[in-house]
């Protein structure tokens, strides 16, 4: 059974997870009108990926009998650089992953050892995270301005695909 203030600090996160959704689809539009099709096929995995989060937190909250509240959000849309893009995607996923480890604490704190066995898939999934977007920011940093080499990573983007999450999280 969660306590009201787990349940809301999970809601809340939900809410995070679906603003970091509608954050990818509108960097997946960004690159595409750019002109980075593999880099919007990157970020549309990216959405994909972030739905599936949330909707481990929706049915988590379902699960515990807790009515799930949404809140609106306003989602930046403008971006300069693919660079520009995956910095904001490290700092974004550094939130995340900070967001991550405040709930695992409340988690603790309350001796909520389902909650804690829920979030540890994430807490796992956000090493990863920030690991390829170092990896990419890497390359970005790397190449430049050479539009040869925008090309060949952008070509790398694009073979992202989506594979979905385990269920059992």
Request: proline share 2%.
């Amino acid at each position: 059974m969660l306590s009201d203030s787990m349940a809301q600090s999970i809601n809340s996160h939900l809410n995070t997870e679906h603003f970091s959704a509608q954050l990818y689809l509108s960097m997946s539009s960004a690159a595409g009108v750019m002109g980075f099709k593999g880099a919007a096929t990157w970020f549309m995995v990216q959405y994909q990926e972030e739905m599936a989060h949330f909707m481990k937190f929706y049915n988590y909250l379902n699960s515990q009998g807790v009515l799930v509240k949404f809140v609106a959000a306003d989602i930046p849309n403008e971006y300069h650089s693919l660079l520009e893009m995956f910095d904001k995607t490290l700092i974004h996923e550094q939130h995340i992953t900070k967001a991550m480890n405040h709930l695992m604490d409340h988690a603790v704190k309350e001796s909520d050892h389902a909650t804690q066995i829920f979030l540890q898939w994430f807490i796992t999934e956000q090493v990863e995270e920030e690991e390829n977007d170092r990896d990419i920011i890497g390359k970005l940093k790397l190449i430049g301005d050479n539009g040869y080499g925008l090309l060949m990573l952008d070509n790398d983007l694009g073979r992202r695909v989506f594979v979905p999450p385990p269920t059992a999280a």
